[in-house]
């Protein structure tokens, strides 16, 4: 697998597995019916550090950004998303990025990351625990889960 950062005319390769992640409702709070553009526009901003992984046929088969999720003197607080096309899980792609993305972090001088919203029955909570994470609090019916009903939202930490 290659991990690289993303270039704009990457949007296109990432589209297809971010729509269906965020159609199907289940890990971003984000709208379900988000179009290509603003979807585009939400992932892809310039002021974000956005990397894809490609799988060895060069497939983009994952994606990951780190931004910073405070401003002003808390800007040493990142934040990031991942995203691995749902028929490529299991492979290790998603660990790989992430480790990937703690390491950029670290060499871009953030001194921590923060997730704001992990829903709470995400299979990637297992990751982010086993990556050092630590659930910091944890916000009660906070997500309407399209199977699970109002569930919460994990703020979770790990320093860098």
């Known amino acids: 697998m290659l991990i690289r950062e993303a270039a704009a005319d990457d949007w296109p390769r990432i589209w297809p597995f971010w729509r269906r992640i965020v159609s199907a409702g289940e890990t971003y709070s984000w709208d379900p019916d988000t179009s290509m553009e603003a979807g ?13 992984v490609e799988d060895e046929s060069g497939t983009v ?19 990031a998303g991942f995203m691995v096309d749902p028929d490529q899980g299991g492979r290790g792609y998603g660990r790989a990025l992430a480790e990937h993305i703690l390491t950029a972090a670290t ?33 009660p019916d906070a997500f309407d889960h399209p199977r699970h009903g109002w569930v919460g939202l994990h703020v979770m930490h790990r320093a860098l």
């Open 107 to 139: 060499a871009d001088g953030y001194r921590g990351m923060v997730f704001n919203a992990v829903v709470e029955t995400n299979p990637a909570v297992r990751l982010w625990t086993s990556l050092g994470f630590t659930i910091v609090g944890t916000v």
């Open 61 to 79: 088969v994952a994606s990951a950004y780190v931004t910073p999720n405070y401003g002003g003197p808390a800007a040493r607080t990142a934040n």
């Open 40 to 52: 585009r526009a939400l992932w892809m901003n310039p002021a974000k550090r956005v990397y894809v």
